[in-house]
Nanobody, 117 residues
Framework: QVQLVESGGGLVQSGGSLRLSCAASGSIFSVNAMGWYRQAPGKQREFIAIITKGGSTNYADSVKGRFTISRDNAKNTVYLQMNSLKPEDTAVYYC???????????WGQGTQVTVSS
């Protein structure tokens, strides 16, 4: 099993920056990829960014050039650096891990990001 704990959300003004962290524990060796999703009120959860075990990254078009996903293997932690934030980035952000031979989904508890105009 894999457990995820997010931190780093908060309130920021439009144009500002935040960095989210996601610490993983448990069967770390079996994690194939980690990523971030978000869910705004009344909307479906949407993909934001992913980083694979090999280090490849991919981003949603809505955040390309503004958000950067990275990882610290020594700390078993994945980060999401968010720059040039916009009010439409306001959402609950969830860390996600795909682990094991079946790429099972594991989710963190979520962290609120609010961007004021």
């Amino acid at each position: 099993q894999v457990q995820l704990v997010e931190s780093g959300g908060g309130l920021v003004q439009s144009g500002g920056s935040l960095r989210l962290s996601c610490a993983a524990s448990g069967s770390i060796f079996s994690v194939n990829a980690m990523g971030w999703y978000r869910q705004a009120p009344g909307k479906q959860r949407e993909f934001i960014a992913i980083i694979t075990k090999g280090g490849s990254t991919n981003y949603a078009d809505s955040v390309k050039g503004r958000f950067t996903i990275s990882r610290d293997n020594a700390k078993n932690t994945v980060y999401l650096q968010m720059n040039s934030l916009k009010p439409e980035d306001t959402a609950v952000y969830y860390c996600n891990a795909r682990w094991g031979v079946t790429w099972e989904n594991v989710w963190g508890q979520g962290t609120q990001v609010t961007v004021s105009s």
